[in-house]
């Protein structure tokens, strides 16, 4: 994005101004305190390139009167330009003048004054390294980023995170490979997110409670609902009952004017998965990962909710791989082996 200096440059060279005057006009800008290194640096490269020598050389030397930052690296362009070869107290004053500044890389855009002093390729090098090493960083710090994200089923900010690493790393083979497995995993996700509607239809027909069964346990719901207007500590066990009768959905209803609570909120991922919600489900879950991230078993117990969430969905593989996860880490985990027995069988 251009700088307030640049947008100025512009306006006055539009309505007809010669460089030399627009120069003229920016070194009046040139000495303000309030004007930053960006812009005095575009002031610089101006003169360079309109090829004002003598009036920029004028102002470095008032630059260095009135002891303001100084862009050494146009410094050292202008004299090339004007053909002069620097001699060892200039050399000298350029590379002090920079470390003063704490501005070194202002001295890597020059590769001609190499031959004059070794240092310069050596700062070169320098900064080179600093540079890739701070672009690898970044590398890491958004690779860290979309580990997160995909482990907390962020999808949306796993995306924008992909697009960032992508423009940063077009040819890199493995940020490719990431991104395409996002595109796949984004599809089965779509395409879970439309058999919601077929898979919880299936689940109902398994039951089909018969028209008797659905009036009684109404009739629980609605004495439940009035008791726990007036006092909701038994919302939670009437929930359990209603689980244990085979009606997650009014569970769901009961579980809702509950309290808030650990044991609560997993009920409520198990009468979804109950239910066929598991959408529901897996939001649920990411929710508690987030709320209890300090308790090593909810992550256990969230995944293998998540992986019967998923198989829910027809995602049977995904399902499985994450059971394989659990008993790889847990080998005593008995329910996990009895589900991907189970799952397996039927994919065969």
């Not at 610089?44 to 100084?70: D, R, S």
């Not at 809702?256 to 009920?267: G, H, I, K, N, P």
């Amino acid at each position: 994005m251009a700088n307030r200096i640049e947008r100025k440059i512009h306006r006055l060279l539009v309505i007809g101004k010669t460089p030399k005057s627009v120069f003229d006009e920016l070194t009046r800008d040139l000495f303000q305190k309030k004007i930053s290194m960006d812009e005095r640096l575009s002031i610089f490269n101006f003169g360079l390139n309109a090829g004002l020598y003598q009036q920029l050389l004028a102002n470095f030397v008032e630059t260095f009167h009135e002891k303001t930052p100084v862009p050494w690296g146009q410094y050292m362009t202008l004299l090339n330009s004007l053909s002069i070869t620097p001699n060892k107290e200039v050399i000298e004053s350029v590379i002090k003048g920079a470390r003063r500044q704490n501005n070194l890389e202002l001295l890597s855009i020059v590769t001609s004054w190499d031959r004059y002093d070794k240092r310069f390729y050596e700062f070169r090098c320098k900064i080179e390294k600093q540079r890739q090493d701070e672009h690898q960083n970044k590398k890491q710090v958004m690779i860290e980023k979309i580990e997160f994200y995909r482990s907390q089923r962020m999808m949306d900010e796993e995306k924008r995170a992909l697009k960032v690493l992508l423009k940063m790393f077009p040819n890199d083979k493995t940020i490719q490979e990431e991104h395409e497995k996002f595109q796949r995993q984004w599809a089965r996700e779509v395409i879970a997110q439309n058999s919601r509607d077929m898979s919880e239809a299936r689940i109902i027909d398994q039951k089909k409670p018969d028209k008797e069964e659905l009036l009684i346990v109404k009739c629980i719901t609605d004495e439940m609902m009035k008791i726990l207007s007036r006092d909701n500590k038994h919302a939670y066990n009437f929930a359990i009952a209603l689980k244990v009768l085979a009606h997650p959905i009014p569970a769901l209803k009961i579980l809702a004017l509950a309290d808030d609570a650990w044991e609560v909120e997993w009920l409520k991922v198990e009468l979804f998965i109950d239910s066929g919600h598991f959408i529901d489900c897996l939001n649920a879950v990411h929710d508690l990962e987030v709320c209890y991230a300090h308790d090593p078993e909810t992550t256990f117990a969230a995944t293998y909710a998540r992986a019967k969430a998923l198989n829910g969905l027809g995602q049977s593989g995904p399902a499985i791989d994450l059971l394989q996860s659990i008993v790889s880490v847990r080998p005593n985990y008995r329910s996990a082996y009895s589900l991907m027995a189970e799952w397996a069988g039927k994919n065969l």
